[in-house]
């Protein structure tokens, strides 16, 4: 089969591949690229799979963490030195348990204070801000699997494992993807 006679759906959930946020990525790529003749597992190798850190022998290749990226990036801009500070900072701090909703909030406000940084046309600190950004959710997504999360059920009966799946696969998942990623 060809590239080009997989579904919609098939070529959506590759594109959607995270190791580092989905528990099934291994099972997906065994499901579909079986059915490939090798010129087209070549192309979804090189053109998507490789793009997610996946090695030719389909192993997870960990991105660089957070710590890792300011230690090797020279930041320009004073107010993004900052922020990447305090986003390290939380992370290394390896809480054994967090409010979920005190999460989600300390996390959306990180986010939004790094996107809101006047950094102009700098390429090289727009370039910056991103690895910052990735680095981060990945190092967010480590943490997450590392702790124990304090729910209030409420209405919707959500419990830690929901809201974990939740924070992993839709929302860490949708920064990190941005356009290409479907809810």
Same mark, same amino acid.
């Given at each position: 089969?060809?590239?080009?006679?997989?579904?919609?759906?098939?070529?959506?959930?590759?594109?959607?591949?995270?190791?580092?946020?989905?528990? +099934?990525? $291994?099972?997906?790529?065994?499901?579909?690229?079986?059915?490939?003749?090798? @010129?087209?597992? $070549?192309?979804?190798?090189?053109?998507?799979?490789?793009? %997610?850190?996946?090695? @030719?022998?389909?192993?997870? =290749?960990?991105?660089?963490?957070? %710590?890792?990226?300011?230690?090797?990036?020279?930041?320009?801009? $004073?107010?993004?030195?900052?922020?990447?500070?305090?986003?390290?900072?939380?992370?290394?701090?390896?809480?054994?348990?967090?409010?979920?909703?005190?999460?989600?909030? /300390?996390?959306?406000?990180?986010?939004?204070?790094?996107? %809101?940084?006047?950094?102009?046309?700098?390429?090289?600190?727009?370039?910056? %801000?991103?690895?910052?950004?990735?680095?981060?959710?990945?190092?967010?997504?480590?943490? =997450?699997? +590392?702790?124990?999360?304090?729910?209030? @059920?409420?209405?919707?009966?959500?419990?830690?494992?929901?809201? /974990?799946?939740?924070? /992993?696969?839709?929302?860490? $998942?949708?920064?990190?993807?941005?356009?290409?990623?479907?809810?």
């Amino acid at each position: 089969m060809h590239v080009y006679e997989l579904s919609e759906y098939q070529i959506y959930q590759l594109k959607s591949i995270d190791p580092a946020l989905s528990s +099934n990525w $291994k099972n997906i790529i065994t499901d579909i690229l079986p059915q490939l003749d090798k @010129p087209s597992r $070549k192309s979804v190798y090189e053109k998507i799979l490789s793009k %997610r850190n996946i090695s @030719p022998n389909f192993t997870y =290749i960990i991105p660089d963490n957070l %710590r890792s990226v300011l230690s090797t990036t020279a930041i320009g801009n $004073k107010e993004l030195e900052a922020i990447a500070i305090q986003m390290l900072k939380f992370i290394e701090s390896k809480p054994i348990s967090y409010d979920a909703m005190e999460l989600a909030d /300390k996390t959306e406000a990180m986010l939004d204070y790094l996107n %809101r940084i006047d950094i102009g046309d700098h390429f090289l600190d727009q370039k910056n %801000r991103n690895s910052i950004k990735h680095a981060f959710l990945y190092d967010l997504a480590a943490l =997450i699997d +590392n702790i124990d999360f304090i729910v209030n @059920p409420g209405i919707r009966q959500l419990n830690a494992d929901i809201i /974990k799946t939740y924070f /992993k696969e839709v929302f860490i $998942k949708q920064k990190i993807q941005e356009r290409n990623f479907h809810a």
